[in-house]
């Protein structure tokens, strides 16, 4: 029946209310919005980067570096583990997840595989009885390592990124080893991309003396030491080292590193600074080798390779090499960043400059409110009196619309913009239906109030129904649907939901209490 | 107040089914068709699903494209397109999607950056390696395919399985000649357009649930009025609603594809033809169809109306 209860009319009015309420900081400047007490509605819609400009990068962690890198650790183990107990052993080999070998004398194998699994307890040893060994890791461990190297590159992008000064910069995990990275404000991400483009491994390593380079590159190494390309050049050659595998320090021992200029030769060079138990190590190592060469290793490549005058035992030395002011700043800011676990790659970029994003923003404003005047005019020609109401729903719509928006902190893209524009169309059919049902009810000769009466109540399950199917391909849009187009999804999500309301129980208020007020013979519909 | 004016003055009478075997052999003339383009010269894939690197600058004064072609074709990216768009200063780049995955598409852009120098003013820049491309294409699939299969799951449930067939047969209908139309056309496909091809599906079958739920009602009103005689009645009586919210959508559409800008002209491209075809595959596919599923007046629809769920009250 028409009647309806006072404490559901003073819902209806609240929920419209604080729609107005929530919807408002929008209006505001949003330096004065961010400055309102927390009390007081004061999020704002967050633009996406395609409208207020900024540079988004999806990133990818080659996780199988880390899981090469582990294998190739355990083969390191098996070597050095049988080293001393003297166990013979023929045919090691590292595919991509395990390590093989077969024991000279099976009756060792209980004592091999004693020693192996004291050296790493995560690996799964199967050794048959005639001395074939395979050692593999279970796919949790492999899982658990993958899971940490994401982790630790979000760190380590986040610290990177957060040095070149971007303002509000967002890290996200994205998927499985995936990382989500958005600049506002950036409109030439190269420089980014640079950074994250290097590892940024950094090792102190002993040059191998006695070995040849002829022999290196034949192939024939000293064990445990590899053949390293490096940035000096000799003869217009990329002059190359024999460094022992094994890393006396690391990079991550690191507690600093600044730029400078060397007081003697004036070349751009890196200060660093160990921490104390680097300290210690660095002082030990280069006592113990005094006339050596000390290689530092970057990545892969031997930065240089300075001989070993005196023990260093300041914690505390100098990388030179052939830096520029630019090179030496970035190796610098990338030693203190820390390095990173394994390569990213960079697999989608999209860059809006500042300009075309509000160009987007007045375009999309613009079809907005030339949309939305063209349903008025329509409606109140089509409907009247009934037009005006169904006009304030659907103002109502789009203010509620925002203001959802704006608590949930969800992302308004330029599909978004498209996204409202549509779902005005759609909240207005709520109306269309309704009031052709009303029509109808009248031509069968009801009273005004049955009319309305029936009108509401027949309409109500067809609107439902309509709703539900748009809302189905909405949701699945946006679960399926990418970056851009989930904010279409979303903005049309929500303009559904909120015509339920506007459409259904504001209008019916309004309509409601006009009919009482005025009690008309004949509706004007 | 004036007296509104009312577009469908009084309840119509006119005949839907009259021409439906001639929109039947259109329809499929028009499937088939886009079925033939989509196969022969396939569809104009944007950056998102192809890969590949799009770059749209703007000039300080009017764009010298044959300078912007020979300093960007010296870099050997293979397929290069410029193109002018809007005023003579703003230029669209598209490059092709580069051998050598990722890293070589990125090493693409800071080369045409380089090449370019400054001067020019970088709007935006696009650039999807080809694992994303793949992806994209996968999830867009999925998005249409599972919303097909909602939507049918959902009118079955509400309607009976007559309804949720017919009703999907005319949505892909209607995305399948959406799809064909950028074939034809060779407006590029980019994921914008892809989500309109879901948003007609929802469109669609919204004017599909409001000529079913009026056959329920009819259903139980008119106990032997033949289904054919009662469809047609349903469709004329829900007429005022068809004109009224689809000429609505149709103008919002309308607005977003003159004023909505140069990024969503796709999609406002794709969302007005899929209102026009929306609202005719409700009346001349989907209608029809039950027709001939219910065993057009054999009182099949009748007998099994029971079988839908009741129309609850609010």
């Known amino acids: 029946m028409l009647i309806i209860p006072r404490w559901k009319a003073a819902i209806i009015l609240l929920a419209a209310l604080a729609g107005l309420l929530y919807a408002a900081p929008n209006l505001l400047p949003r330096q004065v919005a961010e400055s309102l007490p927390t009390w007081l509605p004061h999020q704002q819609v967050s633009l996406g980067l395609d409208l207020q400009g900024g540079s988004h990068l999806l990133l990818e962690v080659d996780t199988a570096v880390v899981t090469r890198e582990r294998i190739a650790n355990l083969q390191d183990l098996v070597r050095t583990a049988f080293r001393q107990p003297q166990i013979g052993y023929t045919d090691l080999a590292a595919r991509d997840d395990a390590v093989s070998f077969t024991l000279r004398d099976p009756a060792r194998i209980e004592e091999a595989r004693r020693l192996l699994r004291e050296g790493d307890a995560d690996a799964e040893i199967t050794a048959t009885p005639d001395g074939r060994f395979t050692l593999r890791y279970p796919e949790r461990v492999l899982n658990d390592l993958r899971r940490a190297a994401v982790d630790q590159s979000i760190e380590i992008v986040r610290r990177r990124v957060d040095e070149t000064g971007t303002k509000e910069p967002s890290v996200q995990r994205q998927g499985l080893n995936r990382i989500l990275l958005q600049l506002p404000g950036i409109d030439d991400p190269q420089r980014v991309k640079q950074l994250l483009g290097r590892t940024a491994k950094m090792t102190f390593r002993l040059v191998d003396m006695n070995a040849s380079i002829e022999e290196a590159r034949r192939g024939r190494l000293p064990p445990g030491t590899e053949l390293l390309p490096s940035e000096e050049r000799e003869g217009g050659q990329p002059r190359q080292y024999v460094v022992q595998r094994r890393a006396m320090v690391s990079g991550d021992m690191l507690t600093n590193a600044q730029a400078g200029n060397n007081a003697q030769t004036g070349e751009w060079v890196v200060n660093f600074r160990f921490d104390s138990n680097g300290a210690r190590r660095f002082g030990d190592v280069t006592k113990a080798n005094v006339g050596r060469l000390f290689a530092i290793v970057l990545d892969g490549k031997v930065i240089s390779a300075p001989v070993i005058r005196e023990a260093i035992l300041g914690g505390s030395g100098q990388i030179s090499g052939s830096f520029t002011a630019q090179s030496a700043n970035d190796l610098a800011l990338l030693l203190r960043a820390g390095a990173l676990p394994a390569p990213l790659n960079v697999l989608e970029e999209r860059t809006v400059g500042p300009d075309l994003g509000s160009d987007s923003i007045r375009a999309g404003t613009i079809a907005c409110i030339v949309g939305y005047l063209l349903i008025c005019v329509l409606m109140v020609l089509g409907y009247g009196f009934f037009g005006l109401i169904a006009n304030i729903a659907l103002l109502l719509n789009l203010i509620i619309t925002l203001a959802v928006m704006s608590v949930l902190q969800a992302t308004l893209t330029l599909p978004g913009i498209a996204g409202l524009v549509l779902g005005l169309a759609m909240a207005v059919d709520a109306n269309v239906l309704i009031y052709e049902r009303i029509r109808e009810e009248t031509t069968l000769g009801r009273t005004p109030f049955s009319a309305v009466d029936s009108g509401f109540s027949k309409a109500f399950l067809t609107i439902l129904d309509s709703n539900i199917t748009t809302l189905i391909a909405a949701v699945l849009l946006y679960a399926f649907g990418s970056g851009a187009v989930r904010g279409f999804a979303v903005t049309l999500s929500i303009g559904i939901i909120a015509s339920m309301f506007t459409a259904i129980s504001l209008t019916r208020l309004i309509v409601v209490f006009w009919l009482k007020r005025a009690r008309p013979a004949v509706l004007p519909i | ?314």
């Not at chain 2, 039947?24 to 569809?43: E, K």
């Not at chain 2, 960007?72 to 200063?89: C, K, P, T, Y």
């Not at chain 2, 080809?130 to 009118?155: C, D, F, H, N, R």
């Open chain 2, 1 to 314: 107040m004036f007296k509104p004016i009312r577009l469908v003055k009084k309840v119509p009478n006119l005949d839907f089914f009259r021409f439906h075997k001639l929109c039947f052999a259109l329809s499929a003339l028009l499937c088939l068709g886009s079925v033939v383009s989509l196969a022969t010269q396939g569809l104009n894939f944007g950056v998102d699903f192809a890969g590949g690197i799009l770059i749209e600058v703007r000039s300080p004064g009017p764009a010298n494209l044959g300078d912007m072609r020979s300093k960007i074709g010296e870099l050997n990216l293979g397929d290069v397109a410029l193109q002018e768009f809007g005023a003579s200063n703003d230029v669209l780049i598209r490059i092709e999607r580069q051998d050598g995955g990722e890293q070589a598409e990125m090493a693409a852009v800071g080369a045409v950056r380089q090449a370019l120098g400054t001067g020019y003013e970088y709007r935006r820049v696009e650039v999807v390696g080809p694992k994303v491309g793949a992806e994209l294409v996968t999830g867009g699939i999925l998005a249409v395919t599972l919303s097909l299969a909602g939507i049918m799951g959902y009118m079955a449930l509400r309607f009976g399985w007559r309804a949720g067939l017919s009703g999907v047969v005319a949505i892909l209908h209607d995305c399948l000649t959406t799809v064909g139309f950028f074939s034809v056309t060779q407006l590029q496909f980019d994921l914008n357009v892809l989500a309109a091809v879901v948003t007609i599906a929802g469109f669609s079958i919204n004017d599909t649930v409001v000529i079913d739920d009026r056959i329920r009602e009819n259903l139980r009103k008119y106990k032997v009025m033949p289904f054919r005689q009662l469809i047609n009645r349903s469709i004329n009586e829900t007429m005022a609603r068809t004109v009224v919210t689809n000429g609505l959508v149709f103008l919002a559409v309308f607005a977003l594809l003159i004023l909505g800008g140069q990024v969503l002209f796709g999609f406002a491209v794709a969302m007005t033809w899929g209102v026009v075809l929306g609202t005719y595959s409700t009346i001349y596919v989907a209608a029809p169809m039950e027709w001939y599923l219910a065993g057009r007046d054999t009182g099949n629809a009748h007998r099994h109306e029971d079988e839908a769920p009741a129309a609850a009250k609010p």
